[in-house]
C-alpha cells in the first residue's frame, strides 16, 4: 500500500498577491516542500494559479483549482474549462465543496459530469462530501456521504474512469467547515473507514490507494490526532492554510 499523507490549502476566495508572495517567500526559506510522504497543494482563486505556479520554487507545491466546468468548452461566461486550467499547468481540481453545494448550485448531477470532464483532462480531482448538523443529529451521517459517492462516482450519467491517485475523497462535514468544531477524530475515521469500503467494494485494490482527506477545522493543534487514525490520509484545510507558518507545521505535523 503506497498511501502516505497529502495536506491541501483551499485559500476559498482570500490572499491578495503580496500576500501570496509572502507565502510562498516564506515556505521557500523554510525548505518546506513536497515529499513522495507528504504531498502539498494549494487550490487558489482562478486568477492567481499562474501566480502561484511562478512562485512555489523548490517548494514543488501542487497547485490547483477550487472547481471546474462540467463542459468542455464553449459559450460557457465565466466558467473554467479542465483542459486549460491542465494546460495553465494545474495539477488537481476540487470539485463539489460544500459551499459551491450550497451557494452556487453543485448537485450530484453536476458533480458527476464535473468529475468525469477534469479526469479526462488529465487533472487529479479531490471529490468533497460531507453531511450538514441536521442531518448528523438526524443519524443520517453515513447515509448521505454515501448517496453522494455513489452520485459522483457509481450512479451518475457519466462512467467515471482513473487511474493511480487520481482520485481524492475530502470528507468535509459541513458544520466543522470554518466554525473551530472539529470532528473527534474517532468521529472522523468512522465516516473515513465507511468510505474506504465503499471505495475497496467499488475499485478493488485500487479503493486501498485512494487518499481520503478530513477538512473541517483542522489546524496545527489537532492535525496529529486527526492524521494518526488509518483512515485519514491527510488535510483539505480553509483558515489555517492561508498563512506560512501554520501550512509549513501542517506540512511537519509527523516531524
Ligand atoms: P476550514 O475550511 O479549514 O477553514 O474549516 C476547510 C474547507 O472548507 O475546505
Not at 210 to 234: H, M, Q, R, T
Amino acid at each position: 500500500m503506497s498511501r502516505k499523507y497529502l495536506m491541501v490549502g483551499n485559500w476559498k476566495m482570500n490572499q491578495s498577491l503580496s500576500e501570496i508572495e509572502t507565502f510562498f517567500k516564506t515556505l521557500n526559506q523554510m525548505g518546506v516542500k513536497y515529499q513522495c510522504d507528504m504531498k502539498l497543494g494549494i487550490a487558489p482563486q482562478a486568477m492567481h494559479i499562474s501566480k502561484c505556479l511562478d512562485l512555489v520554487g523548490d517548494t514543488n507545491i501542487v497547485i490547483g483549482s477550487q472547481t471546474c466546468s462540467e463542459f468542455e468548452s464553449g459559450a460557457y461566461t465565466g466558467e473554467l474549462a479542465p483542459k486549460n486550467l491542465k494546460e495553465l499547468g494545474c495539477g488537481f481540481t476540487l470539485i463539489g465543496h460544500s459551499e459551491r453545494r450550497t451557494l452556487f448550485g453543485d448537485t450530484d448531477h453536476t458533480i458527476n459530469l464535473k468529475t468525469a470532464n477534469a479526469l479526462s483532462a488529465g487533472l487529479d480531482v479531490i471529490l468533497c462530501i460531507g453531511e450538514t448538523l441536521e442531518e448528523r443529529e438526524a443519524g443520517k451521517t453515513l447515509e448521505v456521504v454515501m448517496s453522494q459517492l455513489e452520485g459522483a462516482l457509481t450512479k451518475g450519467e457519466k462512467k467515471i474512469e482513473f487511474t493511480g491517485n487520481q482520485l481524492t475523497i475530502a470528507y468535509e462535514p459541513v458544520w466543522a467547515i470554518g466554525t473551530g468544531k472539529t470532528a473527534t477524530p474517532e468521529q472522523a475515521e468512522e465516516v473515513h473507514a465507511a468510505i474506504r469500503k465503499f471505495l475497496i467494494d467499488t475499485y478493488g485494490d485500487m479503493g486501498q490507494n485512494i487518499f481520503i482527506l478530513y477538512g473541517g477545522s483542522v489546524k496545527p493543534a489537532n492535525v496529529k490526532e486527526l492524521l494518526e487514525k488509518p483512515n485519514i490520509d491527510g488535510g483539505l484545510v480553509g483558515g489555517a492554510s492561508l498563512k506560512a507558518d501554520s501550512f509549513a507545521a501542517l506540512s511537519n505535523w509527523n516531524q
